[in-house]
């Protein structure tokens, strides 16, 4: 799994403090693309252009750069099948799949709640 940055703290997580590795991942895990990536994939695996056309509006350059980003933080498994095309799947790891309860939760009453807000609906 990749390091979280150069930020390093000795003491107890704290999301608030500026010093902790707790903001690099709740800014991946708060990022729409990653959070709807991650959704996606509870479905079991998937191959980049199925991804592609679950999360409507999403460039290729960008969901590229969240899969690596899921992947190197070690949400996400990439595996490649030997094949003319290649055939690639990603799929959740343990810590995605815990990941994406919260996430889920969050979409859900997103999904919900919308209406309520009147400069969205």
Not at 43 to 55: C, E
Request: proline letters at 7%; one cysteine or more; hydrophobic letters at 40%.
């Amino acid at each position: 799994m990749a390091d979280l940055g150069s930020n390093r703290c000795d003491g107890p997580r704290d999301a608030y403090s500026a010093a902790c590795p707790c903001r690099e991942l709740l800014d991946l895990l708060a990022n729409k693309w990653s959070a709807l990536a991650l959704t996606a994939l509870e479905d079991g695996p998937r191959r980049f252009g199925a991804l592609r056309t679950k999360l409507q509006g999403i460039s290729p350059k960008m969901l590229t750069q969240t899969l690596r980003r899921l992947e190197e933080l070690g949400l996400v498994t990439r595996v490649v099948y030997p094949s003319v095309p290649l055939h690639v799947e990603y799929s959740l790891t343990q810590l995605g799949r815990d990941a994406c309860v919260p996430l889920g939760e969050l979409r859900r009453w997103v999904e919900s709640n919308v209406d309520r807000i009147p400069a969205l609906a």
